[in-house]
């Protein structure tokens, strides 16, 4: 009687034993053999074996599909049998995914060396006379049985650390671009005192706007969304490239100096294009990308820097386009002072078909109370404070 102990949770490390009764003492044995009365043998000598399932198949050119359905822990194959070759069945076993790795103990009629040297070179695993003697094949069914387990425990163990590999690679590299956007970010509000809080409000609405088109459409997935609230940030980094004398203007603009800051979707795609072509293609880079370049962008193509129209515009776009006109409108500036939620949504519908995209609109109607909600927190001077007290101490840091 073993004196080892029952298997305990979570089950023990790849490579190390199970205790007896464990997971690879449940062998599944498939045999494949024309004969039932040898059947009727082998299943009679493996009663002795705890919990072992035997499954006999007495056809031959069904052995491979039956295994892939029984999913045996150890094959025994009979070489001879009417109709073919159990050596051509070896091959075929190993180039099944089902099967690759499954033990393979080859019943022959006699102890043939050239047969049993044939046999492992095509990649059988053991070799045993007919009719076997009981204990001997039990313990060789019970060794390979586990060591099958094993090996499938380990290659699993192989498979996950793999996983938990890439995927730490993976957040190391999204740490990274997602620090290289709040850089650049933070490179825009430099040039604007109020860049800063009207990013954190244009996040906002566009995740608003964002989960009321889920809604609709139902193709966005958190990933998207949350990609969308990141990029949005850059939407205006190329104002960067703008002068001074033009960007921080008090007045109203000439017609050339117009012309002027209407170059910065222009210089803030190509900035990130640059970005983009280094990175190897990123997800969120490229939403970026696409709402620098065509935030300015209108729906009935009378937009800039591309005059590009209706679905054309990256829906990314659209959305921010929506979030920083209504944003640009109830938010005071040195130049005019913030209009009410109501006037706001007058303006921006009154451009519903022309300047929006009318399924954004129907979005913002839609999460109205949401988005004026989150205005009035986001605008409120306690939430600016706080904002300000976060970047000093960042900065302090």
Known sequence: MSSEAAPSTPPPLPFQPEPEGGFEDAPRVLLIDDQPIFGKTISHMLRAVPKLELHHGLRPEEAI??????????????????????????????????????PLIVLSSEEDPVTKAEAFRRGANDYLVKPPDKIELVARIRYHSRTHRLLLRAREFNESEKRRLIAERRAVAMNARDTLIFALAKLAESRDTDT??????????????????????????????????LA?????????????????????????????????????????????????????LRMARNIAASHHERWDGAGYPAGLAGENIPLEARIVSVADVYDALTS??????????????????????????????????????????????????????????????????
């Open 332 to 397: 005071s500036r040195v130049y005019k002072p913030a209009l009410s939620h109501e006037e706001a949504m007058s303006i921006i519908t009154a451009g519903c078909g022309s300047q929006f995209d009318p399924t954004v609109i129907d979005a913002l109607r839609k999460c109205e109370i949401v988005f004026q909600h989150a205005g009035r927190m986001l605008n409120s001077p306690d939430f600016a404070a706080s904002q300000r007290a976060d970047q000093a101490g960042g900065q302090a840091c």
């Open 196 to 229: 800063g809080e009207h990013l954190e409000r244009i996040a906002a609405y566009c995740r608003v706007l964002a989960e009321q088109l889920r809604v609709a459409c139902g193709f966005m997935s958190d990933e998207w969304i949350r990609n969308l609230q």
């Open 232 to 284: 949005s940030s850059l939407h205006d980094i190329g104002k960067v490239g703008i002068p001074d004398r033009v960007l921080l203007k008090p007045g109203k603009l000439t017609p050339e100096e117009r012309v002027e800051i209407q170059r910065h979707p222009s210089i803030g795609a190509a900035a990130l294009d640059a970005i983009l072509a280094r990175s190897g293609g990123d997800e969120l």
């Open 65 to 102: 599909a039956v295994a892939e359905r029984f999913r045996p822990s150890v094959i025994l194959q009979d070489l001879v049998m009417p109709g073919a070759d159990g050596l051509d069945l070896i091959p075929a076993y190993r180039s099944c995914e089902a099967t690759k790795l499954t």
